[in-house]
């Protein structure tokens, strides 16, 4: 059974730096990962996708890797603002209509 | 391009009455889900379907919630009777199925139940 987990739960950092937050998945046997971005009260944004034969996405100030065989992925979020505080989820497709999320890491950046 | 459109925003309502989630998901996807988030469970996939057919609801969790896609613009899930224990934020999300497996997210309806 595919499970997600997002380390770690919560990150609080001041403005401007840079930060990397942890996605790890059980079974290597996917489609792709998605980072996702929600903030308070709000639905989930797509930030990247990384489709399995790719190594990364970028996005601006921000850059996903995956690793399949290891399981694992990092967000890479360069100097950053208060306004990226949210929390952010991963959640791999394992086909079959079935994406699986992790709880998210909750940031902080402190102005 | 309009996006996932989820109605109502808020609902809150007494336990025993019904409550009727509505969803337009994004046109051109032809695949459809619900999820519901908790602060204790997080985000739960509850029924998805493809072509307006239900594939999987093994994650409704009872009797009480039913969901319909009438057609390829129009979802909804309903809970009757509701109870406290449903209150949650309910999302819908779409996407094209066989293709990337990209999902977008309407922005959810919050449901109260007192």
């Known amino acids: 059974k595919q499970e997600v987990t997002q380390i770690p739960a919560a990150l609080s950092v001041p403005e401007g730096e840079n930060l990397v937050l942890n996605c790890s998945f059980t079974?290597?046997?996917?489609?792709?990962l998605q980072w996702f971005r929600q903030d308070p009260g709000k639905g989930l944004t797509s930030l990247l996708l990384?489709?399995?034969?790719?190594r990364e996405q970028t996005s601006g100030r921000l850059n996903a890797s995956l690793d399949k065989s290891s399981g694992r992925s990092t967000l890479y979020i360069a100097a950053s603002q208060p306004g990226d505080s949210a929390t952010y989820l991963c959640a791999v497709y394992t086909g079959g209509f079935k994406t699986i999320f992790g709880a998210g890491t909750r940031l902080f950046v402190k102005a | 391009d309009a996006g996932v459109i989820q109605s109502p925003r808020h609902e809150v309502t007494e336990m025993g009455q019904e409550v009727t989630l509505r969803c337009k998901p994004i046109?051109?996807?032809?695949?459809l889900f619900w999820y519901r988030q908790t602060m204790m469970r997080g985000l739960e996939l509850l029924i998805y379907?493809?072509?307006?057919?239900?594939?999987?609801d093994s994650g409704m969790p009872e009797d009480r919630f039913s969901a319909k896609m009438p057609n390829a613009s129009f979802s909804t899930l309903k809970i009757q009777p509701s109870e406290p224990r449903d209150s949650a934020v309910y999302f819908c999300?779409?996407?094209?199925?066989?293709?990337?497996?990209?999902?977008?997210f309407g922005e959810g309806s919050r449901l109260t139940v007192l």
């Open positions: 990384i489709q399995s034969s790719q």
């Open positions: 046109s051109g996807h032809n695949s």
């Open positions: 379907f493809n072509n307006n057919v239900p594939i999987d």
């Open positions: 999300a779409s996407g094209l199925a066989g293709a990337t497996g990209e999902l977008f």
């Open positions: 079974d290597s046997a996917i489609y792709n």
